[in-house]
């Protein structure tokens, strides 16, 4: 863009259109790189965020340089800049790039208002495509490159829901209903949300898959107002993460319904039926129920008519304990 007298009233009319049009911030630093002439960009630490664009429109990365300009008043970790050769710069085109940069400051923190939480976030574009088994693995790489992970790391996938607020960490996101945060082995941090569920730890190019199997081990863990676990490793469950895949078929259908029928006949048969899967005794259960022994015999007498199966016996208990499950995997539908 030529320096003219007009020239500040099209950068601002730009950047108005890219807010209004909901662009992210890629768009937004290029579209400052290609107005300028040169290469412009975004940083920010606390996110984990570093974009800058080349003034023919191609990401590459580089630091911040040039004319830098801090995204919010009192904040240095947030920045933006514009990397113009000082050579034969006028004072016109000086004075353009100043509102070019202030109006890219600007632009930036809108957007960052608007896509992420008072609580720190990834930027949700590079983590989707860290998960995504089409992607190929030179955009994965660059996505995590984009989210400051080694791309020669080991990770791990957690999901959740229920984040309580300011509790998001740093690399996590919301996609869908679920927040996913993706973080190297050996920081993982502690669980932040209700339930959740991990994936095993893998290399970059596996973490589509690791993410996969954290889905289907959150399906496992507590329902709304239930007895659960409220966190749980895919690694863990093993073969059983198999069993989320087959909880439509018509035999855990019936099961389910059978166990259902149950639970709505006696109010206290969940939480019974729950602690003798839990516990190796039925005395066991007792404790865990806060019941005398008598009380825990008596009902799980009732519930082996009602069910039609002895559930205090080792195959019983089994056909319980995957029953318990089927019905935790058909209501939580993550």
Same mark, same amino acid.
Request: net charge neutral.
């Given at each position: ?25 890629e ?6 790189a ?5 290469p412009a ?5 606390a ?24 995204v ?8 933006v ?26 632009t ?13 976030? &990834?930027? +949700?574009?590079?983590?989707?495509? *860290? ?6 693995? $030179?955009? #994965?790489? /660059? !996505? %995590?490159?984009r989210?400051g ?31 996913v ?18 994936g ?6 596996d ?14 863990t ?42 709505? &006949?006696h +109010?206290?048969?969940?939480?019974? *039926? ?6 190796? $005794?039925? #005395?066991? /259960? !007792? %404790? ?7 009380t825990?015999?008596?009902?799980v ?14 195959l019983g208990?089994?056909?319980l304990?995957?029953?318990l ?10």
């Amino acid at each position: 863009m030529d320096p003219d007298a007009g020239a500040a009233l099209q950068v601002i009319a730009h950047f108005d259109a890219l807010v209004d049009a909901r662009a992210g911030l890629e768009a937004i630093v290029r579209a400052a790189a290609v107005l300028a002439g040169c290469p412009a960009g975004m940083a920010d630490r606390a996110r984990r965020l570093r974009i800058r664009v080349l003034p023919d429109g191609r990401r590459a990365d580089g630091e911040p340089t040039g004319a830098t300009v801090p995204v919010s008043s009192g904040r240095d970790d947030a920045v933006v800049w514009l990397e113009r050769s000082g050579d034969g710069t006028g004072t016109a085109r000086m004075e353009l790039d100043a509102i070019l940069v202030e109006r890219l400051a600007t632009t930036v923190r809108i957007v960052l208002d608007r896509t992420w939480s008072d609580a720190p976030m &990834a930027d +949700p574009a590079s983590v989707e495509l *860290l998960v995504d088994a089409a992607v190929d693995e $030179s955009a #994965r790489a /660059a !996505a %995590a490159r984009r989210l400051g992970l080694p791309v020669d790391g080991v990770f791990v996938v957690t999901v959740g829901i229920g984040a309580a607020p300011g509790h998001r960490r740093t690399l996590t996101t919301r996609l869908g209903e679920l927040d996913v945060t993706i973080e190297p082995a050996g920081r993982r941090g502690a669980p932040r949300t209700r339930c959740s569920a991990a994936g095993p730890p893998v290399e970059l190019r596996d973490l589509p898959s690791s993410y996969q199997q954290a889905r289907l081990a959150l399906r496992f863990t507590c329902a709304a107002d239930e007895p659960g676990p409220a966190h749980v490793d895919a690694a863990a469950l093993g073969g059983m993460l198999a069993l989320a895949e087959g909880c439509d078929s018509p035999a855990a259908v019936a099961e389910t319904a059978l166990l259902d029928r149950v639970i709505s &006949a006696h +109010p206290w048969a969940l939480d019974t *039926l729950t602690a003798v899967t839990a516990e190796a $005794s039925l #005395r066991g /259960a !007792a %404790a865990a129920l806060h019941v005398h022994h008598s009380t825990v015999q008596g009902r799980v007498e009732l519930l082996d008519r009602a069910l039609g199966y002895p559930v205090a016996t080792a195959l019983g208990r089994t056909r319980l304990t995957v029953a318990l499950a089927l019905r935790r995997l058909r209501r939580n539908r993550w």
